[in-house]
């Protein structure tokens, strides 16, 4: 397996810069494992698709508007986008700007000052805050939007799940985008229910492996929640031969995180509580333990999302499906349309 192998050619114009209004108006396509046919639906036919007694798992966590303007004591522009807090003043950062290292002080354009207490890799570092940032994030914090998204949002909301609800991402979970209240409305009134998990979202999400094997990629670390009451509703759904479906990869991986927390071998095998760090990193032959059927955004080349989807429904048919995408005009990445894998 080589990283190359997970490459595809994806023309510009096909990578989608503003978001469908509606948000459920997106189009989806459908990919069936077990006979490998392929459907062209529309995202608010969802509750028509999935099975009465299926349960959706949604990443309820937030964007912050972490990317903030500061001043070096020399009068020069530097920029922070915040990544993860440590403790209650210090975050990890990724820094814009020269001479930006340890023991360098920053004052934030009206907000607070700070300091780089650590290099860390590449233009990562830690910043202690002299006071909380957070108070701040409503008047001076921006919406950090992906790399290839060249045109201005303007609202911030849609980038946003309708459900977000615990702040620390840095990038939003995007298959979640794609519901409304009315959606969910719908899917509940034909016995198909949601539930939530909490996966802070990291800009990791955005790199592509460069390494030439996928195995030699060291992935970041997550912070993820699967409460006890999301996991007895997931055991009584399993136990009643619903499908858990996961909305999003930040989804699968706080799932299959905590199933290898519990130490699940099989169908019958039970789901606990996790809390903390995640690094798992889902390649080719990864036995999933939870996760019965996928919703997920169409990714970037070499990603390590591509690979965990290609993990899921095998590479042959994901990519397959990848170019029926292109010649059927999907559009792809954030703000683009929807793959739904039973």
Same mark, same amino acid.
């Given at each position: 397996m080589k990283t190359i192998d997970f490459n595809y050619d994806l023309p510009q114009k096909f =990578?989608?810069?503003? $978001? =469908?209004? $509606?948000?459920?108006?997106?189009?989806?396509?459908?990919?069936?494992r077990l006979d490998e046919q392929i459907s062209h639906r529309i995202f608010y036919e969802l509750d028509q698709i999935l099975n009465p007694g299926d @349960?959706?798992?949604l990443n309820q966590t937030r964007v912050? $508007?972490?990317?903030? =303007?500061?001043?070096?004591?020399? +009068? +020069?522009?530097?920029?922070?986008?915040?990544?993860?807090?440590?403790?209650?003043n210090v975050w990890q950062a990724l820094v814009g700007g020269k001479g930006l290292h340890q023991g360098k002080m920053l004052q934030v354009v009206d907000g607070p000052n700070c300091e780089i207490i650590a290099d860390l890799d590449g233009s990562q570092r830690l910043i202690k805050f002299d006071s909380p940032i957070e108070p701040f994030f409503p008047k001076i914090g921006q919406i950090p939007l992906p790399p290839y998204i060249h045109e201005k949002l303007e609202d911030s909301e849609r980038y946003q799940t309708v459900f977000a609800k615990e702040p620390g991402s840095a990038a939003a979970p995007t298959a979640g985008l794609h519901f409304t209240h009315d959606l969910i409305k719908k899917l509940q009134d034909r016995n198909i229910h949601t539930t939530q998990v909490t996966l802070h979202v990291g800009l990791d999400t955005f790199a592509p492996v460069t390494e030439e094997s996928p195995v030699d990629h060291l992935i970041h670390k997550e912070w993820c929640e699967i409460s006890l009451e999301t996991c007895e509703l997931i055991n009584t759904t399993r136990k009643k031969g619903g499908r858990i479906v996961a909305v999003g990869t930040t989804s699968v991986r706080t799932l299959e995180s905590a199933a290898l927390n519990s130490k699940m071998t099989d169908r019958d095998s039970t789901l606990s509580p996790f809390s903390g760090n995640t690094g798992l990193y889902i390649l080719p032959d990864y036995d999933f333990k939870i996760v019965d059927a996928m919703i997920t955004n169409f990714h970037l080349p070499k990603s390590t999302l591509i690979m965990l989807v290609s993990a899921f429904a095998g590479k042959d048919l994901v990519f397959n499906a990848y170019e029926i995408a292109k010649k059927e005009n999907y559009r792809f990445?954030?703000?683009?349309?929807?793959?739904?894998? @039973?």
């Amino acid at each position: 397996m080589k990283t190359i192998d997970f490459n595809y050619d994806l023309p510009q114009k096909f =990578i989608a810069q503003t $978001p =469908i209004e $509606p948000r459920d108006r997106s189009r989806l396509l459908v990919l069936n494992r077990l006979d490998e046919q392929i459907s062209h639906r529309i995202f608010y036919e969802l509750d028509q698709i999935l099975n009465p007694g299926d @349960l959706l798992v949604l990443n309820q966590t937030r964007v912050i $508007p972490a990317r903030l =303007i500061a001043q070096k004591n020399t +009068g +020069g522009k530097a920029e922070l986008l915040l990544l993860r807090r440590e403790n209650a003043n210090v975050w990890q950062a990724l820094v814009g700007g020269k001479g930006l290292h340890q023991g360098k002080m920053l004052q934030v354009v009206d907000g607070p000052n700070c300091e780089i207490i650590a290099d860390l890799d590449g233009s990562q570092r830690l910043i202690k805050f002299d006071s909380p940032i957070e108070p701040f994030f409503p008047k001076i914090g921006q919406i950090p939007l992906p790399p290839y998204i060249h045109e201005k949002l303007e609202d911030s909301e849609r980038y946003q799940t309708v459900f977000a609800k615990e702040p620390g991402s840095a990038a939003a979970p995007t298959a979640g985008l794609h519901f409304t209240h009315d959606l969910i409305k719908k899917l509940q009134d034909r016995n198909i229910h949601t539930t939530q998990v909490t996966l802070h979202v990291g800009l990791d999400t955005f790199a592509p492996v460069t390494e030439e094997s996928p195995v030699d990629h060291l992935i970041h670390k997550e912070w993820c929640e699967i409460s006890l009451e999301t996991c007895e509703l997931i055991n009584t759904t399993r136990k009643k031969g619903g499908r858990i479906v996961a909305v999003g990869t930040t989804s699968v991986r706080t799932l299959e995180s905590a199933a290898l927390n519990s130490k699940m071998t099989d169908r019958d095998s039970t789901l606990s509580p996790f809390s903390g760090n995640t690094g798992l990193y889902i390649l080719p032959d990864y036995d999933f333990k939870i996760v019965d059927a996928m919703i997920t955004n169409f990714h970037l080349p070499k990603s390590t999302l591509i690979m965990l989807v290609s993990a899921f429904a095998g590479k042959d048919l994901v990519f397959n499906a990848y170019e029926i995408a292109k010649k059927e005009n999907y559009r792809f990445f954030s703000f683009g349309d929807a793959m739904l894998i @039973l």
